[in-house]
């Protein structure tokens, strides 16, 4: 068996180890790119969202390397999301692609029912083997990635914070055991530590929130942490990697950050959410109103949930008295435009905190 799987920023690096240790060989895409969102484009409905058309490109180059199975996860709500892996397997098969298809739900009984299908005969003990390993390059990833937020804004020598996170994750993605896993979280902080900073800098603090592939994929959404944290802002995604993996288990979910709180507040403007990420949009607006200079909001063109909750966060703004930009992104989409109304944005905050303190 060669499995691939789409591309979704660094989670490649989570879950490659956990099925190499199943026996199974993994094909890795390329990352996205423009000739892999054009060939997606050009071949999936027109109507349908950025995540969608990226993805089909992805498992077209996959196919293209020699992946004799595609692994594909589906929603349970009213997304669209839920029917992505059907139809794009269905349109490949169309293309005269052959393959076996694997799609996950949301379940976790499901999840381990195919894992029990594809693991090659493999015991329990790779299977828990692989399951430790993929955990902790999450939770790595994610101390790597948050350092790389924080840091960014007071980098001296533009660019410095970049290369440091890049070299980690390439460490990262070369680990095979726990020990190994461990000595690349310890570089990786010694590394961050020794970029030049100025510390005298105040950096405005922004909440990045909206669809979950456009805000876990650089590509998509025009590497916007990197560009904002140059621009001397720290960003904070509302969701990561590591959260993403453990949320089929529903882990991770509690807290005053927490998803379960999110949803909760978001009740009064959004009964129920719609079938995506709408009402974590909403809930994580009021709650970061107190703590964060700004909202960045990000969802695909014809996403229907997250259009739904632009509008409704016409009224947090107005209530909750927290700036909101909203940035709907399609292939035709350029890092200029977005650049601008950042830019914008950003400044539009720094006059706000400005008279704040006056």
């Not at 029990?116 to 692989?130: L, M, Y």
């Not at 290369?163 to 979280?185: A, G, H, S, Y």
Request: glycine share 8%; charged share 30%; net charge positive.
């Amino acid at each position: 068996m060669k499995l691939a799987f789409p591309h979704m920023g660094n989670l490649y690096i989570v879950l490659k180890p956990l099925f190499e240790n199943l026996g199974i060989s993994v094909v890795t895409p390329s990352k996205p790119n423009k000739e892999c969102l054009k060939l997606g484009a050009r071949l999936s409905p027109e109507w349908v969202c950025l995540p969608f058309k990226v993805n089909l490109g992805n498992l077209i180059d996959a196919l293209d390397k020699g992946a004799d199975t595609l692994l594909s996860v589906s929603g349970a709500w009213a997304c669209r999301f839920g029917y992505y892996g059907r139809v794009q397997h269905k349109i490949l098969h169309d293309l005269g692609y052959r393959f076996e298809s694997i799609i996950l739900g949301n379940s976790k009984i499901g999840v381990f029912e195919r894992i029990r299908e594809i693991n090659g005969g493999k015991t329990i003990s790779n299977i828990i083997k692989g399951v430790r390993i993929a955990l902790k390059k999450a939770e790595v990833l994610e101390k790597i990635e948050n350092l790389s937020r924080k840091i960014r804004p007071y980098e001296e020598d533009k660019g410095e914070v970049t290369q440091v996170f890049n070299r980690c994750l390439r460490d990262l993605e070369k680990t095979n055991t726990i020990p190994e896993i461990k000595m690349v979280e310890k570089r990786s902080s010694e590394l961050f530590k020794r970029v030049k900073k100025d510390l005298s800098r105040k950096p405005l603090r922004v909440r990045l929130v909206g669809e979950t592939y456009l805000m876990l994929e650089p590509f998509v959404n025009f590497e916007i942490e990197r560009r904002l944290g140059e621009m001397g802002v720290e960003v904070e995604p509302v969701l990561n990697i590591r959260k993403w993996v453990l949320h089929p288990f529903r882990l991770g979910m509690g807290g005053r950050d927490g998803e379960k709180r999110a949803r909760r507040v978001a009740k009064k403007y959004l009964p129920y959410p719609l079938g995506g990420e709408d009402q974590l949009t909403i809930g994580y607006t009021i709650l970061s109103s107190k703590t964060y200079d700004g909202i960045v909001h990000v969802y695909p063109f014809t996403c229907m949930p997250e259009n739904i909750s632009r509008t409704v966060l016409n009224r947090v703004i107005k209530d909750y008295k927290i700036p909101v930009i909203s940035l709907s992104i399609d292939e035709h989409s350029s890092p200029s435009g977005m650049i601008t109304r950042l830019e914008a944005f950003i400044d539009l905050l720094n006059t706000r905190r400005n008279h704040r303190l006056h």
